[in-house]
């Protein structure tokens, strides 16, 4: 356990054009191998809060620190090192349908000078073994089942090494039967020691996987405390009703 | 027919001039198309609004205007331009507004996560167009463009106008010298074959656009249907940008 957070935010606001205020004073600390479920109703600021930290969005004002380093208001290439540092996996996959399964994966390790084609394509193995595609490794994208894109994404975010990984609801555009598969592949990630934040409805997961589970509503952290703490015994009323309302949905 | 035949050499001579205006202006279209249409998605916004100037006048202004403008009006800022010259400029501007907009079409039917998941993945912006967004544009904008091709041939007519000597000039001198020589207009069958070269060009055209796509539909058709499925999630979760 390092003492600085790998993921560190300080009073994070984010307004939108439009006077829309998606986050409000957000201090979010995330140690190296932490995994964090970020739960919380539609529009609370789930998804900005994730995608400030890699700079996909524009913080308004406050700081993001990615290993003790101030990220924001240094310019495209320090995003550009934390983007390297910190993986990303979105609710769409968006794998590049022109490219197979194996250059999905090794382009951006390849253009980064991380590794050369060879040693991106080994690791590229690897890892599709590691979530049982090895197969795929030269099917054309779009050949995939939503499952198997959304494993080829978290490979292709892992193929960079990154210390970190974001998840914004990897599995809520997947068909039932598959949201399984990806889970597992999650799963074993937190395993193997893997600084996570994950956006996602999925409270089984989030219960058995998470060290921490952060409550967020209208765009403030309104709670946090360990999975069990949280599922059991839920401080607030916001987060009491938001509870009732997702296992009266899920039963 | 025997004028056709012995007005080959002059009519060939047109067809060369029509075929280099063509041939010119299709070039430098394609290549200030892709400019402008990547400045309309560029990050800076000045280049957006200087993309989307350009686009608006040259499309809105009907092309044969934009042609005597240019030949009748570059003399006064001091530029001479010759027929052909100020042919090629009025249809490389014209062209490349409606080539710029079919790309930014394009590039607009692009999911925006494809742009996020490579900036996510570390690479530069260059890096993220010319590997990631341009590839995903060339197939689908290829019939609209080739149709924009096929019209930009058929306008090199136009250079008439200003006295180039290409193909369809070359038949009116014919045309104009047989009938002050024979006092019979030959107009009918001389225009009669300039029509059908123009047919045959643009009909070849249109044919080999049509093999084009066929060929590569069939070497992605293996992964075609399941290629909706992403784009049919992301029409099931709207909200999800949000
Ligand atoms: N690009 C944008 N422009 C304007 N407002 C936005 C933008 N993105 C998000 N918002 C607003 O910011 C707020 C937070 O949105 P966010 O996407 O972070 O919520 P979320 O918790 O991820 O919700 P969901 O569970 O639906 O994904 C919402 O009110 C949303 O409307
Ligand atoms: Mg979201």
Redesign the interface.
């Known amino acids: 356990m390092s003492p600085v957070p790998l993921i560190e935010t300080a009073a994070l606001c984010k307004e939108f054009r439009g006077g829309i205020r998606a986050l409000s004073n957000v201090d979010l600390k995330v140690r190296q191998g932490e995994v964090v479920v970020i739960l919380g109703p539609?529009?609370s600021g789930k998804?900005t809060l994730i995608r400030c930290v890699?700079g996909?969005e524009e913080i308004t004002s406050g700081a993001v620190m990615v290993g003790g380093r101030r990220v924001d208001g240094a310019g495209p290439g320090r995003w550009?090192?934390t983007?390297?540092e910190i993986?990303?996996v979105?609710?769409?996959?968006?794998?590049?349908?022109?490219l197979d399964v194996m250059r999905n994966i090794t382009?951006?390790p390849c253009?980064?000078g991380l590794m050369t084609r060879a040693e991106a394509e080994e690791e590229a193995l690897r890892l599709l073994g590691i979530v049982g595609l090895t197969e795929k490794a030269r099917?054309?994208?779009?050949?995939?089942?939503?499952g198997q894109?959304q494993r080829v994404?978290i490979c292709?975010?892992l193929a960079?090494k990154p210390k970190g990984m974001l998840f914004d609801?990897p599995t809520?555009?997947?068909d039932p039967e598959m949201v399984g598969e990806v889970l597992a592949t999650m799963r074993r990630l937190a395993d193997d020691g893997m600084t996570m934040i994950c956006v996602t409805h999925e409270m089984g997961f989030a219960r058995e996987v998470a060290d921490r589970v952060i409550f967020m509503d209208r765009g403030e952290i309104v709670e946090e405390g360990t999975p069990a703490e949280f599922f059991s015994a839920p401080r607030t009323e916001r987060a009491r009703q938001f509870l009732d309302l997702i296992m009266r949905h899920d039963a | 027919m025997d004028l056709i035949i012995e007005s080959l050499p002059l009519l060939g001579k047109g067809l060369v001039v029509t075929f280099q205006l063509a041939l010119s202006a299709l070039f430098l279209t394609t290549i200030v198309s892709f400019a402008v249409g990547i400045a309309a998605v560029s990050r800076f916004r000045a280049l957006r609004i200087l993309s989307v100037i350009y686009v608006e006048v040259f499309r809105d202004i009907p092309l044969v205007v934009n042609l005597l403008f240019v030949y009748f009006g570059a003399p006064l800022v001091g530029l001479s331009l010759d027929p052909f010259a100020a042919a090629l400029v009025s249809f490389t501007s014209w062209g490349s507004a409606n080539g710029a907009e079919i790309i930014r079409g394009g590039f607009k039917s692009i999911p925006k996560h494809q742009r996020e998941s490579a900036v996510a993945l570390g690479m530069r912006p260059a890096e993220t167009m010319a590997l990631v967004l341009l590839p995903q544009i060339l197939l689908p904008i290829l019939p609209a463009f080739t149709g924009l091709f096929s019209i930009l041939i058929q306008s090199t007519a136009l250079a008439t106008m200003v006295g180039a000597t290409e193909f369809l000039r070359t038949a009116q001198i014919i045309v104009e010298r047989t009938t002050m020589m024979t006092g019979m207009s030959p107009a009918f069958a001389v225009y009669g074959f300039v029509l059908c070269v123009y047919f045959v060009i643009c009909f070849s055209l249109n044919l080999l656009t049509a093999w084009l796509e066929r060929r590569i539909a069939r070497s992605r058709s293996a992964h075609r249907p399941a290629a909706e499925a992403p784009a049919k999630a992301a029409e099931i979760k709207p909200a999800e940008a949000t």
């Open positions: 539609s529009g998804s890699n996909l550009r090192q983007r390297l993986g990303m979105f609710q769409n996959y968006a794998l590049f349908p022109h382009l951006a253009r980064a099917a054309p994208v779009a050949s995939l089942s939503g894109q994404a292709r975010a960079m609801e809520s555009a997947l």
